[in-house]
């Protein structure tokens, strides 16, 4: 460990983790360099388009933007950690309606129409525009991902019904 090194510990997907690096590193290459995490993306590196989104301690962040030193005993969420065993209705959503073309925004989509839908359990069209209005998409035009998300919302009252 390097004089400007520190070591620290934060809980990723559920598990323990001890990470080293400079305080100031981004939260995103640790996550897909150190923990070998690649499903967050990078795409601008300055915090306008939403693909490198995590969730900290419940809140979406865009990790390009997040020190190393701010995960420090927090807990984090990345797209590995949703869906695990069963697809997330929010994913099997962006499967059956077309909502991930490329697949770069995608991470952070999910993992922000998750956030979403934590939040607000039956939200309007408008709350799925404004919750996923920090990401950005190149290929799909939104339409089928905020299809996508509302779909979601019925199959989840669906499966709370039956
Ligand atoms: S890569 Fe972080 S917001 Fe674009
Ligand atoms: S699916 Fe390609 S950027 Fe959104």
Sequence with gaps: MDSHSVQLRCRVNGDEVTVQGHPLSRLLDVLRTSLHLTGTKEGCGEGECGACGVLIDGRLVNSCLVPLLHADGASIVT???????????VQQA?????????????????????????????????????ALSGNLCR??????????VLSAVQAQRAAATS
């Design 94 to 130: 962006f499967l059956e309606h077309g909502g991930a073309q490329c697949g770069i925004c995608t991470p952070g989509m999910v993992l922000a129409a998750v956030n979403l839908l934590d939040r607000i359990p039956n939200p309007s069209m408008d709350d799925v525009r404004i």
């Design 139 to 148: 290929c799909t035009g939104y339409v089928r991902i905020f299809e996508s």
């Design 79 to 89: 797209i590995e950690g949703i869906g695990v065993g069963k697809l997330h209705a």
